[in-house]
């Protein structure tokens, strides 16, 4: 069974940073591109950010583009999202999902709230 | 970057009927748009994927169609559990961008 569980969520302050990380199972991690989804609270969905199986081609929504990094260790299942220079704006649960055709795996999510 | 417009934003219905939602992207996405159910304290959930494929697992009541510019997810004979917000996504082209949702209620 697929799963992907996200964590690292938390409050933050404006200007700061936080890492999020997604533990992947149920399927060989090293062969799916990956990515980053995200809600603001009472809104629609948003996509953030994906990065191919091998690492080396990441894409990123202009609205983080600059600020967020994804990255990988496929020898440890595990996707990141590395968030600098936070903003108000990115109070989101943010999900990690597998793409194929769609988005056909999600995360339970992880609350990220920035503010002073 | 492609916008998707999404209609109705609300949408009533009883158990047993037929619904329908749309999705309208501002540039040609060839078939590669995608629907997905969300419910609280679940996963989202993808239902349909490229327009038309059923994803594997999702009842044989949903369906998709359409291409270019003009999508449509239908529910035929609702059951309870399908009421929930739907989204739509077009998968052609970064960034990858998703409708602003149907909520879908019990009338």
């Known amino acids: ?116 | 970057d492609v916008q998707m417009t999404q209609s109705p934003y609300n949408l009533a219905a009883s158990p047993g009927e037929s619904v329908s939602i749309n999705c309208k992207a501002s540039k040609s996405i060839s078939k590669y748009l995608a629907w997905y159910q969300q419910k609280p304290g679940k996963a989202n959930k993808l239902l349909i994927y490229d327009g038309s494929t059923l994803q594997s697992g999702i009842p044989s009541r949903f369906s998709g169609s359409g291409s270019g510019t003009d999508f449509t997810l239908t529910i035929r004979s609702l059951e309870p559990e399908d009421f929930g917000l739907y989204y739509c996504q077009q998968h052609n082209e970064y960034p990858w961008t998703f409708g602003g949702g149907t909520k879908l209620e019990l009338k």
């Open chain 1, 1 to 116: 069974e697929v799963q992907l569980v996200e964590s690292g969520g938390g409050l933050v302050q404006p200007g700061r940073s936080l890492k999020l990380s997604c533990a992947a199972s149920g399927f060989t991690f090293s062969d799916y591109n990956m990515a980053w989804v995200r809600q603001a609270p009472t809104k629609g969905l948003e996509w953030v950010a994906s990065i191919s199986y091998g690492g080396s081609n990441t894409h990123y929504g202009d609205s983080v583009k600059g600020r967020f990094t994804i990255s990988r260790d496929n020898a440890k299942s595990t996707l990141y999202l590395q968030m600098d220079s936070l903003r108000s704006e990115d109070t989101a649960t943010y999900y990690c999902a597998r793409p194929y055709g769609g988005f056909a795996y999600w995360g339970q999510g992880t609350l990220v709230t920035v503010s002073s």
